[in-house]
Nanobody
């Protein structure tokens, strides 16, 4: 059974930084495309960033481009999300997700999900 476990969330002031981590349990982690999504109260789940499984190409949602960076360490079965210049509107539960094939901005395309980690940005 695949498990994804996020960590690194917390409370930060606007303009600050956080790095989220997601550790995956699958033995073939390098063959999975990984994504980060977020969901704020009363809003739909939103694509934040994705990193492809072989080329490690990266993709970002428009609202985080230039501020967030996704990366992965296949030797550690871990995907990261470095978040800089945080804004109050970045406040949400952040989820790690995994799928085969290409990066997708659609949450329904991902097969496996973590439990989420809360990020709160104060103004």
């Amino acid at each position: 059974q695949v498990q994804l476990v996020e960590s690194g969330g917390g409370l930060v002031q606007a303009g600050g930084s956080l790095t989220l981590s997601c550790v995956a349990s699958m033995r073939t982690f390098s063959s999975y495309t990984m994504g980060w999504f977020r969901q704020a109260p009363g809003k739909e789940r939103e694509f934040v960033a994705g990193i492809s499984r072989f080329t490690m190409s990266t993709y970002y949602g428009d609202s985080v481009k230039g501020r967030f960076t996704i990366s992965r360490d296949n030797a550690k079965n871990t995907v990261y999300l470095r978040m800089n210049s945080l804004k109050p509107e970045d406040t949400a539960v952040y989820y790690c997700a995994a799928k085969g094939d290409r990066v997708s901005v659609q949450s329904s395309a991902y097969n496996f999900w973590g439990q989420g980690t809360q990020v709160t940005v104060s103004s």
